[in-house]
């Protein structure tokens, strides 16, 4: 028996509105017709991607997410800059600027609940 790969993302967030809201309105995001309770799940390919109440048992306060602590998050976008860019005038804080990469412009925000995402351009 083996394991094919990630066939679903989710990040327990404090407010699931609050969340789906930002990566809706800030990233693009459109929300998938279905989803469990407690979960806005969005129509990502080739993996959905979900915002969710934390499960039982899960305290977000007692450690903050940052970079290096826990999974790295990456998100494909078009234009990584023009991202960037419209990220910064909304406000939204950048962890690292920009970079050309093997894997594209790159660059690293902070998301409502403090994870650091990184996206990236189509390469």
């Given amino acids: ?12 967030v404090r407010d699931v509105q609050l969340a789906a809201t930002f990566y809706e309105t800030r990233l693009g995001l459109r929300r998938a017709p279905a ?4 979960a806005v799940v969005f129509a990502t390919r080739p993996v ?4 969710r109440a934390p499960l039982p048992g899960v ?4 450690a903050q997410p940052g970079p290096g602590t826990g ?3 990456w998100l494909r976008a078009d234009d990584a800059q023009a991202l960037h ?3 910064v005038t909304a406000g939204v804080p950048i ?3 920009p970079a050309d990469g093997p894997f594209g412009r790159t660059f690293t925000f902070r998301d409502p609940d403090g994870y650091a995402i990184t996206v990236h351009d189509q390469n």
């Fill in 35 to 38: 989803g469990p309770p407690g």
């Fill in 71 to 73: 999974v790295a998050l």
């Fill in 48 to 51: 959905p991607f979900a915002v």
């Fill in 85 to 87: 860019d419209e990220l």
């Fill in 1 to 12: 028996m083996t394991v094919s790969g990630p066939d679903f993302i989710a990040l327990q």
């Fill in 95 to 97: 962890v690292a600027p």
């Fill in 59 to 62: 305290d977000l306060d007692a």
